[in-house]
């Protein structure tokens, strides 16, 4: 039971960086067909195609987090850039085309898992206050001198 248990976020990443991948990639190349939607579905996507920019910064933004999360780097990003459009996703399947909201709730149910996975990643996201950073007194240079901007002291 083990090994299902530390494999599941793997498995739970990967299916959703190939989908958004692959969905995202398709909003450019248009190698798998998408039948037209009628009605309001229809027009809102019309919609997001007629501005000229968002629909390629959808599909730009799934294609770009369903490669992090299938390469397994900077997840906790991907799981940040693909929160807001998931939500887009449930919402507009739960309002303009309820039969299609199944596929949709199972990746916000593997989205919302992957972040409970990384949640000590996400948690300081969520302190109600927190003090910023304080300023390094003593800051390595690796180029040059070890003053800031090549000045010797």
């Keep these: 039971m083990k090994t299902l248990t530390s494999k599941l976020p793997t498995v739970a990443r990967i299916v959703l960086g190939g989908i958004f991948f692959v969905f995202g990639l398709n909003g450019f190349l248009h190698f798998a067909p998408v039948p037209p939607m009628p009605g309001p579905a229809g027009a809102f996507l019309g919609a997001l195609v007629a501005t000229g920019y968002l629909f390629p910064l959808v599909k730009a933004t799934e294609t770009v987090a369903g490669a992090l999360l299938l390469s397994g780097r900077f997840v906790p990003l991907a799981l940040i850039l693909l929160a807001p459009v998931l939500v887009n996703i449930v ?22 898992y992957l972040a409970w996975s990384y949640r000590h990643v996400f948690a300081p996201l969520v302190r109600a206050r927190i003090a910023p950073a304080q300023p390094q007194e003593h800051r390595s240079h690796p180029i040059g001198s070890a003053e800031p901007h090549g000045h010797a002291a």
């Design 91 to 112: 919402a507009f399947h739960a309002a303009l085309a309820p039969t299609g909201i199944a596929v949709p709730l199972l990746l916000l149910a593997a989205e919302l």
